[in-house]
């Protein structure tokens, strides 16, 4: 290019504001109606969407791209469905754009309540995986936003293929183009620009590995939605049915590894840990789950000892935590210390015990016998999620359509004065 | 001290964070019993308060503080008494602090919902109205969080005072003391310590002159709930009414000048423009407001020619300008280009044009029919306010206990598994 990549980006950005403005006051037809020609596109243009896939994979290949890596980077059929899927859903949910709540009457006479609007522009920074471009798009096009989309470059030509689909739903629609904006230069430099025009980007979401978004929130001059860690937490009461217990952690620690929902330390009372532990650690030794437990649990099982840095470590992968603790107070105390205040679950039949734990534990989701993979936003109900935020200030726990707006007041009066 | 100010900073952020943990769980009747006391014990302490305040007001006299600032420094009875009355209206507000609300079944059996909850530690930094250690510590309180006050230097043993009236009422509840906490230490380095201990300091809320402000966004690692500038417009449509208009503008700007939501720029439709103007003029001019206008408004009226820079000006003084518009869209296109997403009014009988400023103003708080003076925690029922925040993430508008908590997911299920 000719243009500096500071200038395209700022060019990028005050298209996407402009545009903004006008999804903003987009009706909810016309949203759906361009999530719902966005998926007519995909699904017509599978053939294109394949063969500018096999691009991204040949020169992933050529590359020595990791086949961890290469396998998120493919566009299977399946896949496909799925982003179809997903627009359709994105349709299907209901729109809080403009929703008004706890209007009231003032001793003044003025009316005041609160409207949901769009937060503005939203700047996706992501990794490898292409189907995150239609999930990220989808989302904030509902929510009345416009967003810049930053891919990684080893998806650049799926990234532009689907991005050509969702331009034809935005102008089935009659929305501007500039509502969906993928980044076309693969130069570093954009990102750099990208979170530094507060101008014209109201909130950045970075998804992908550790170091992308710890690098992101350092550097950002712009609000950053985001989760580092799930160090995830299923504590077993001394109330506990032991046998929904036992289903419950296996559940969570086991569904998948590598989920950030996943468990990472069990923490079991004392006074259950006998009739616990023996069978608990047979069932997961049998899938090949490596155990690390303090003293008192390698009195009762066979487990490498755990050190200081397990219980702040999330392993991802086929290794478990287990600690015996002295009763209620002592496991809110290790969760608010140790973990990464994302998602902890309470096995217990005690009705104290858990309006407790759900009160005391401060992390984005608290629950009560049910395992902690549940965090997810098609679970919750948020039709999909843009991504989990630990943060306590404005949205937490799975990210849907609702944290990508926000809330004013609005004031309604006829004539009332101050004073 | 032989302590350095980052040990000490270091040792009131543990200290808050660990009775942060306490005062989340505190009952309500207990905060609001530490309230009512504190309140007694400022009543008994009128003397001690009005010597201390005598020891700032004398040193701030010696070291030449302008008239102004003694103003706001001084702590007179009537202040005194209104501190006493805010603590009795926090305790008579509504706690919403573990409010479950949206709890529904999801398929897989599982039940979510949003439980609010504190935010944990809240650092404020004012400049030298001593008043505001009683707004912040009373809404950080009853909203369940710990609070760290670092006022102005020059108030030191005002809020040293007032902070000992705190204590009591803690005492009295069974709190304890580090739930609010006033830095003893005038060293400017303890503002660099608080805004720099995420591990201790959830949010930052700073209050006072855009400088400070200004420089505790730039190097706070800490969240920032802030608002910098009110430019704050109302517009006066062509379907106005125009004698309700000429009311509700005098009183937007001439309520009083100094306040964040004062009118700085008047926007009127050219249709009504030759009719309004004239009486609108004579009235400001009466008043003693200098008026500084666009060309089509120095067509109607006398005033200075307005120059770009007025548009984007707070001027917080008798001082207005004034801009003829073709209709709504110039007028929301003004108001979003030049504003500050503060607070922002319509005037009009007519719905669908109410409707569309209401919707399309990206601002704090949008109006109808109503001076932007109103924007004010007080008056909106917040009981009181930390601050309006222009943000738009987290709190927007006038932050009272809502904006001091945030919501978690809870998630309730009786064993069911995923997947």
């Not at 858990?354 to 039709?383: I, K, Q």
Request: aromatic letters at 4%; proline letters at 4%; a negative charge.
């Amino acid at each position: 290019m000719t243009e500096s990549v500071l200038d395209y980006m700022t060019r990028l950005g005050r298209a996407a504001r402009e545009a903004s403005r006008v999804v903003a006051r987009a009706s909810t037809a016309q949203k759906n109606r361009a999530l719902q020609a966005a998926a007519a596109a995909l699904d017509a243009a599978r053939s294109e969407l394949s063969a500018a896939n096999e691009q991204d994979l040949a020169a992933g290949r050529a590359n020595g791209l990791e086949p961890a890596l290469l396998e998120r980077l493919a566009l299977t059929p399946a896949r496909i469905d799925g982003m179809i899927e997903g627009l359709r859903q994105v349709a299907a949910l209901p729109d809080p754009v403009g929703a008004i709540r706890d209007m009231s009457y003032r001793p003044s006479g003025i009316q005041i309540g609160k409207m949901r609007v769009p937060l503005g522009v939203i700047g996706i920074i992501y990794e490898s995986r292409p189907n995150v471009t239609i999930d990220a798009a989808s989302l904030c096009l509902k929510s009345g936003n416009a967003t810049i989309l930053r891919g990684g470059s080893e998806a650049i030509h799926s990234n532009r293929a689907i991005a050509a689909c969702i331009q034809r739903g935005l102008a089935d629609a009659g929305l501007p183009a500039a509502a969906v904006q993928v980044v076309e230069t693969t130069d570093r430099a954009a990102v750099g620009a990208l979170i530094s025009m507060p101008e014209f980007v109201d909130v950045i979401v970075p998804r992908g590995g550790k170091g992308l978004i710890e690098r992101i929130s350092r550097d950002a001059r712009v609000p950053v939605i985001k989760h580092l860690d799930g160090i995830c937490h299923v504590y077993v009461d001394a109330q506990a049915d032991l046998a929904k217990a036992q289903k419950i952690a296996f559940n969570a620690k086991c569904y998948r590894y590598g989920i950030c929902g996943a468990m990472e330390t069990l923490l079991v009372d004392q006074a259950v840990a006998a009739d616990f532990l023996p069978a608990m650690a047979a069932e997961f030794r049998a899938k090949g789950v490596e155990l690390r437990g303090c003293e008192r649990t390698r009195a009762l099982i066979e487990a490498v000892p755990a050190t200081e840095e397990d219980w702040s470590t999330e392993y991802l992968a086929a290794i478990l935590s287990i600690r015996v603790v002295d009763g209620l107070d002592q496991a809110i105390e290790h969760i608010n210390h140790y973990g990464s205040h994302h998602t902890d679950s309470i096995v217990t039949e005690h009705q104290g015990q858990a309006r407790r734990f759900l009160a005391e534990v401060d992390s984005s989701s608290v629950m009560l016998n049910t395992p902690t993979c549940f965090a997810d936003g098609f679970e919750y109900g948020l039709g999909a999620e843009i991504g989990i935020s630990t943060d306590k200030l404005h949205a937490r726990g799975p990210v849907g359509l609702e944290g990508l707006t926000c809330e004013k007041y609005v004031v309604i009066g006829d004539g009332q004065l101050r004073g």
